[in-house]
């Protein structure tokens, strides 16, 4: 199991950036996938981005598309979310999550190949 606290989130104007942290403590930061995940008022929580143990693979739900880059350090058991050209439809509550895997290039789409989250950060954009 790791523990996952998310930062960085806050108040941006449309078109400007915020970058998203979430450190993880625990278990083995390397052996897990990473994803990031957001939920707006009344609606579900929906994938943003994924990226591989080894951080070589990197995937996004289209929306999000050469806007939002993923990366991780796992000297650092970090993984950042850097987020640009924000829109108002951006706004949600952010949660990075980890999930087990065997494969070093794997990575997940799905919430329910998660087991643990972290607490999120709330990003709100202006228009």
């Known amino acids: 199991q790791v523990h996952l606290v998310e930062s960085g989130g806050g108040l941006v104007q449309t078109g400007g950036s915020l970058r998203l942290s979430c450190a993880a403590s625990g278990r083995a930061f390397s052996w897990y996938v990473m994803g990031w995940f957001r939920q707006a008022p009344g609606k579900d929580r929906e994938f943003v981005g994924t990226?591989?143990?080894?951080?070589?693979?990197?995937d996004y739900v289209d929306f999000v598309k050469g806007r939002f880059t993923i990366a991780r350090d796992n000297a650092k058991n970090t993984v950042t979310l850097q987020m640009n050209n924000l829109k108002p439809e951006d706004t949600a509550v952010y949660y990075c999550?980890?999930?087990?895997?065997?494969?070093?290039?794997?990575?997940?789409?799905?919430?329910?190949?998660?087991?643990?989250w972290g607490q999120g950060t709330q990003v709100t954009v202006s228009s």
């Open positions: 990226i591989s143990r080894s951080g070589g693979r990197t």
């Open positions: 999550a980890a999930g087990r895997s065997v494969g070093t290039n794997t990575y997940y789409t799905s919430d329910g190949q998660y087991q643990d």
